[in-house]
């Protein structure tokens, strides 16, 4: 198993980015949100791999983060979900925007990925809805896999997530929800203040 490759961006093209291990190119299949954060080929990338091996070929798909493969690898664990259909998802949303539109039942948003029916999101939200959760989703933006995300204490998290919940009971996007809260000041001190200003971002 290849857990991760180390070296330098040789080129970034339409599916995929190729990096140069030792003057060896290994072209890897990366989601396009991911392709588009890579530096400029000639860089040095680290890169967390998946190695699926078929009968007639075997395929490199590879992440920016920890947290994008296990993601990954929670999705393609849902049976009619391969590689490639989880790739189409992660190019659609983040992680934590997969987590919060398994959490909200958004099979609308999951199905926007190529490749992905309403019947094959609505099976992937029942399959995952008890192996993620809202506060995983807020710690892990509050220890920056996002940079726009600031540190939040128990409290705010919770505050946090009450915002989002109301937000999305109210008919917004759980995506959209998710983010406007996100934007939130520090000097927010009840779920009130926060939806308030999450309101604001979403106007």
Partial sequence: MISYLRG?????E??????DVGGVGYGVFMPGQ???LLPQPGNEVKIYTY??????AMQLFGF?????LEIFKLVIGVSGIGPKGGLNILSCMNPDELRFAIMSG???AISAAP???????????VELRDKVDIEEMLEHAAHGNEAETRDLAAADSDMQTEAVQALVALGYGSAE????????????????DILKEALKHLF
């Fill in 51 to 56: 190695l699926n091996v078929r009968e007639d």
């Fill in 14 to 19: 339409e599916e995929k980015a190729v990096i």
């Fill in 64 to 68: 920016l983060t920890r947290d994008d």
């Fill in 8 to 12: 330098e961006l040789a080129a970034v």
């Fill in 34 to 36: 991911s392709l588009s």
């Fill in 177 to 192: 929800s998710m983010r406007a809260v996100k934007k939130t000041s520090a000097d927010c001190t009840t779920v009130e």
């Fill in 106 to 108: 958004d099979a609308k």
């Fill in 115 to 125: 490749g992905i029916g309403k019947k094959t999101a609505e099976k992937l939200i």
